[in-house]
């Protein structure tokens, strides 16, 4: 098989194959509709893999959620604004290339160029499709100014003000070295492999320019961002996300996640929106030696179907009024109960983290947890309150540790011939 | 979709759908054949996606290489025989469900327990099929001895003479915290999840008896140990494996994976095999930054389609003596040339690794590399003359840091009833 396929380009196999659609659809999900299956092995032309790069958004917000994460943060090393915007360039020409299904540099860059010259693209991904890969890039605060306010390459003026720090949270253990950067890179996948060679080749364009803050792999998905998946289950063995709001609800998007105008201080942000990591180390030896009582009551729904305490199914509304024996049947310091828009000024945020296992700890501890990833509006309105409140009462709060913390303005997505960011600096 | 399933118990989902065997022909190979998903489509009954883990010889080493890994070495803290065989009896029954795709203790385990009671399955992976789970459990000489040399568990007698340390090979760094080991559990899966969900419920098991040592994720294959399985590519972009033997080829396996009879010293070995785990780190920004003539003569084969490169096709065999202008065409120190039986004595190794990356290093490098995992009927003339000519002579060594090193006595299968490992305690 290996021979018969060799020397056919990336795009070619897959679409000889017809089935490029089907990988995807078989994830982390795990359940997957008949239909899908159905569709992609009939002789019509193949469903591609590929998510669009250009448009008035970047890809990876409200994408589909891919099965698989690779987040890079970068420390910018250059001091020369010609040289960041120049590598915004190349990010942008190999992020349209790799999102594609193509080689960094072109079919046969890693593997035909110049004999004597490293190859463009790096290789690993040669034999894989696109596997929906997309990736997404923002700035953090860093960027604009340095630790003592000054203005590092003339963005200072267009720092938007909803990108400052997070406040310190209680209970929060964050790691400097797995905290905040320059700028960050989510490339986000069905294959694993193609993520990984994505944030790869980017960190190999930025050589001299920009070099590796922290990186993460998270290996299966926590929520759906559509109503076509099902709702996946976290480390807590519970289902993650029921509430997240679907990308399919415009109306939402526009109110929640998208920047529209100058709102949070700065024109260029128009179309963009806010990223926030936090990398949440669960207690896993501590939460599996609780009660199923204790994590239901904890988490407010049930375990198998993820239906609210209160009653009904998956997506029945909480009832936070209806009482049982010994108060109301959903405590008022449940995740669901604080997490709920009723406690949260009707703000919503749109969820899009993934689990992760890095090994373990030297205490023989797994060092698992969720990696939380959520894009809103303005985090000033849409993450802060909440996570203020929960960092408090939330009874979860006790099986969970927040190790690492960043957030990160997401430029607007860019037209074939722009790069990404271009809006900040040529608003600059 | 959620609802629809929710509350129905994992096998019976897949089997509905009758899809459990697509998801693990689209992973990390790519490359998937259209009759696959034609077969899959229809109205016959379900391909089950799981891997039988009663047999002869344990799963997980000849079964065709699943697409993701999570492997766990672990110390045990106990000084019961007892409670050590009791581990390996309660370890024998969760992975016979979890193989089988359903929860640990049962059906219903994970959400219909006693309310009062922790969970006996941690969750995660309810909504996911089986996944082609594998799990592998081997022994370290630790187990056996300590650092002493006193018996630990009444087993010194019964220690096999293949099971020596590994003597230090040149260049090795190895960290203490990444290897070695009493037990080593190898899960591998197509979906990460359901890899990760058995190493978290047996390390949970464990509790008060062993603790995990290290543990690492690999995301991608890099190797095929069947026909039916495409060559993929290792993170230096060349296709790894292509000579790796075949599980078809019975004769290779009889000869240079399991042991039969007493080889290396102890009968309870019979039908086991030896386990080598090396935690390899490439210096991938070095590797990026050479040539495409310097990547193809280390590893003697060329980057597009892994042909050696004396000429032909991926599996053609490499041709040593064919010289070119400046000397043979494959170079006496490339990868191919030093990994070949012919300058081995004749002896393979089934080699079965996996690429990882873990975040980024402190110098912002990416901690990025081959879990490498190989079984070999005697480690002593199967893998130590052939990597102490390689760490001394090998191109590719400038490239490669051993970070990590185990070694394993694998023992043979069980049949309903047994538990793994019972004949070196029977025999004991």
Known sequence: MAESTAGVGRRKILSALGVGGVGLAVGAGGVLSAQAVTAASQEEPAVA???PFYGAHQAGITTAVQDRLHIAAFDVTTDSRDELIE???????????????????????????????????????????????TVTVGFGRSLFVDADGEDRFGL????PEALNELPHFSGDQLESSRSDGDIVVQAC???????????????RLAFG????????????????????????RNLFGFKDGTANPKSEDEAV???????????????WTNEGTYMVTRRIRMTIETWDRSSLAE???????????????????????????????????????????LAHPSRNNGVRMLRRGFNYTDGSDNLGRLDAGLFFIAFVVDPRTHYVPMQTAMAKNDLLSEYLRHTGSGLFAIPAGVSEGQYVGQGLFEAA
């Open 87 to 133: 590598l915004l360039k190349e990010w942008t020409a190999a992020i349209a290339s790799m999102t594609a299904g193509q080689e960094v540099g072109g079919d046969g860059a890693a593997t035909e160029g110049s004999y004597e010259a490293p190859p463009e693209d790096t290789g690993e991904a040669l034999d894989l499709s696109a596997s929906h890969l």
């Open 253 to 267: 998007m526009d109110e929640h996640v998208w920047v529209s105008g100058a709102a949070g201080g700065s024109a």
């Open 295 to 337: 994590q239901e009551t904890v988490i407010g729904r049930t375990k198998k179907t993820g239906a609210p305490l209160s009653g009904g199914e998956e997506f029945t509304e909480p009832n936070f009024e209806l009482a049982g024996r010994r108060g109301p049947l959903i405590d008022e310091n449940s995740h669901v109960a």
């Open 49 to 51: 893999d590929t998510v």
């Open 189 to 203: 996948a069905d294959d694993p492999q193609v993520a990984v060679h994505a944030v790869r080749n980017l960190v």
């Open 209 to 232: 320019t920009a070099r590796v803050r922290w990186s993460q792999l998270g290996f299966g998905r926590t929520s759906s961002t559509s109503t076509s998946q099902v709702t996946p």
């Open 156 to 159: 200072k003026d267009h720092l």
